[in-house]
């Protein structure tokens, strides 16, 4: 089981960046898959993720309206399209899988499967 983030980076305060994850090993029609990140010094936390069996993702209140998460169970991928960036956005994130649904897809602690992460830093 593999899950390959990428699409990190610098960018400005006000600016979109597209986090991409491609999943390889199994396939994601029965789990759930999403994004946590951790910023220094601070614990990580679910940002956005959708449950196989649910057509509206879920999104933490600090990105709701700004990012948008959307997955191509034919091609194992889910993307995080993140705009108007902000400073506190800067993070390390991570695509993660669990077999939960609903809600529970953002809590950590019921991750099977974590990627790399990949680092965004919102700065002028």
């Known amino acids: 089981v593999q899950l390959q983030a990428s699409g990190g980076g610098l960018v400005q305060p006000g600016g979109s960046l597209r986090l991409s994850c491609a999943v390889s090993?199994?396939?994601?029609?029965?789990?759930?898959i999403g994004w946590f990140r951790q910023a220094p010094g601070k614990e990580r936390e679910g940002v956005s993720c959708?449950?196989?069996?649910?057509?509206?993702?879920y999104y933490s209140d600090s990105v709701k309206g700004r990012f948008t998460l959307s997955r191509d169970n034919a091609k194992n991928t889910v993307h995080l399209q993140m705009i108007s960036l902000k400073p506190e956005d800067t993070a390390v994130y991570y695509c993660?899988?669990?077999?939960?649904?609903?809600?529970?897809?953002?809590?950590?602690?019921?991750?099977?499967?974590w990627g790399q992460g990949t680092l965004v830093t919102v700065s002028s």
């Open positions: 993660a899988v669990s077999s939960v649904r609903g809600v529970s897809c953002s809590y950590p602690d019921f991750v099977d499967f």
């Open positions: 090993g199994f396939t994601l029609d029965y789990y759930s």
């Open positions: 959708i449950s196989s069996s649910d057509s509206s993702p």
